[in-house]
């Protein structure tokens, strides 16, 4: 074998080792750095899940929804442009804002519905009101009742009376 051709092939691979050595080196300290901000922003959307469920646990207030929106567009902001992983993860946090949007909506609207219902103090009152129609209308049956007992025999006297009227009343009236 040749000195200088081994001296070449030699130097060759030295040089692409070198090479691998240096792009390897590159890949993963891009990767740690990739992989340190995808935890900071995963550790932010635990944090935004959290809030979430402490939201639904304690209930909801619009203070709270302004804050989570506003951090999930903090952490929109410092998401990088150039990974494609970034990238869904800023549709999925999109996704997350405008669904903590249709929630502010429909908590709005519900906490309007729950204004207008009548609280306990206006449900004693309607029951009391109630409760004196009933009794009131008890008092009317029973009115009722004592008058229908008398019809028959009102009924059967005016019969009598009518009966009288008419055998005894005409001959001294009219003859």
């Not at 890949?27 to 995808?38: C, D, L, Q, T, Y």
């Not at 519900?110 to 009548?118: Q, S």
């Not at 008058?147 to 019969?159: D, N, R, V």
Request: glycine residues 6%; charged residues 25%; aromatic residues 6%.
């Amino acid at each position: 074998m040749d000195y200088a051709k081994g001296h070449f092939y030699l130097t060759l691979i030295n040089a692409l080792f070198s090479l691998l050595a240096i792009a390897y080196s590159w890949w993963n300290s891009r990767e740690k750095v990739i992989k340190g901000r995808f935890e900071h922003q995963t550790k932010d959307i635990e944090n935004l899940k959290n809030d979430m469920k402490t939201i639904k646990e304690t209930g909801p207030k619009a203070l709270d929804i302004e804050t989570l929106k506003s951090d999930v567009k903090a952490i929109k902001e410092n998401v990088p442009t150039h990974c494609n992983g970034h990238q869904q993860l800023v549709s999925r946090m999109d996704g997350h804002n405008d669904r903590l949007g249709q929630h502010k909506d429909l908590l709005t609207a519900i906490e309007t519905d729950l204004k207008h219902l009548p609280n306990n103090e206006a449900i004693g009152k309607l029951h009391e009101k109630i409760n004196s129609v009933h009794s009131q209308m008890m008092e009317v049956k029973s009115e009722v009742s004592k008058i229908s007992g008398a019809m028959p025999g009102i009924s059967h006297l005016t019969e009598m009376m009518n009966e009288f009227l008419l055998n005894n009343g005409i001959h001294k009236h009219g003859g």
